[in-house]
């Protein structure tokens, strides 16, 4: 009965070979060592054909139950193995879909910017067209066309930023940082005829120590408007409209008398809401002398002409009462402007 002991020793190594393998490989190798060609059962198989009839027809009959008891432990554990294998493989490649997003950090306009962008809007409505100008200027765009005069104290070197000339054979007096977005007014004039509607969004120098009221580099919106039949009442009537549009419906305004070399009359405009009037602006009629620099007749044509410091609207829009703030780039600052 050596035939039968050998059949069971080989399907109780089978069996537990089959337990114990612990992924698909293992079982392949336990599978290899029962049914391969040098594995137990086939060498069981291989010894029927010395047996007689009988004990081989007997012992073929157990091969083939012994087969078929290790097919199914082999199948069974096989199926267990697929699932922990799939399971570790998912676990793995898993993508948690109730993550929160990773949302772009959005950015947010500088209130100056933002202020400036509400500025332009609002002339726009009225139908001004929004152009731009050098920030490097000649002594004549930012002085001379504006009838300011050779002694006017913007003029001195204490106020005003003076760099080498761009170009060295320009007949230029001085080149300078434009001290106002003024200049363009004869720069569009000396490139249109009239009509002009125009408002100019622009950075302006000036010799300062930043304090709180007070910046080097600030930021100014100058309009003109020159037409056949303008009068200082639709200086008064647009300059209330754009207050009203930056500043609330409720804001009161005044204009009261100043003066400035291109315009005459020249005016201040102020505004109120609950506290008391501040200036806005510098205002005025266009003067005769600028009109002619640029080879217009003020005979036939005239207008206003305003200034405003955008950096003074963002504060009243804002409520900030110290003008460094804006150039510090503090987050903690900036992040509270998030309009966009
Ligand atoms: N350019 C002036 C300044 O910088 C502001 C100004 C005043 C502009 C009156 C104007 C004006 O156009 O009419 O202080």
Redesign the pocket.
Known sequence: MTDVVDLDAAVGDGLAAVEAAEDLDALDRAVGAVFGKRGAITRVQRTLGQLDERRRRELGRRVNEARADLQAAIERRRSVLEEERDRVMLAAEAVDVTLPARTPKRGSLHPITETMEAMVDAFAGLGYQAIGGPEVETDWFNFTA?NIPRDHPARSLHDTIYVEPLDPDSRADSTLLR????PV?ARVMLAQPPPVYVVVPGR?YRQDTPDATHLPVFH?I???AVDTDLTFADLAGTLDVVARALLGPDIRTRLIP?H?P??EP?CQLEAASDGGWMEL????M?HPNVLRAVGYDPEEVGG??????VERIAMLRHGISDLRLFIENDLRFLSAFTTV
């Open positions: 504006l001290t106002h977005t003024s007014q302006t100014q100058e309009g003109l100043d400035f291109f315009t020249s602006l510098g205002a005025g266009v206003f002409a305003f200034g405003i410091g």
